[in-house]
């Protein structure tokens, strides 16, 4: 298993013993809070929310995001197949090429 960053974009490689490797992109603040506001927007709007808990949550709207889980924040972007066992990834244009 292997974990690799990339130098200059907001996305992670990670690859496992399966013949595939995933791309996770970590968002921004700015797309964090907008999610998460999303999303409590849409829960609002599904349970019928009444005055009270809609004050709490605009509390929330200012709180800082190191409480926001993980999933909210390292989000899945893309799954590569390959059609054989991965044994290393890097980044094009690196050190090698």
Known sequence: MAVIFHPKR????????????ELLRIRSEAEVRK??????????????????QIEEEAQYDNMDISTTPITEVIVPYNILRTGGKVRSIDWAGGKSG
């Open 10 to 21: 907001e996305l992670v490689a990670v690859h496992g013993s399966e013949k595939a490797i």
């Open 35 to 52: 999610a998460m506001t999303r999303k409590r927007k849409r829960r609002r709007d599904k349970t019928g929310a009444d005055s009270a």
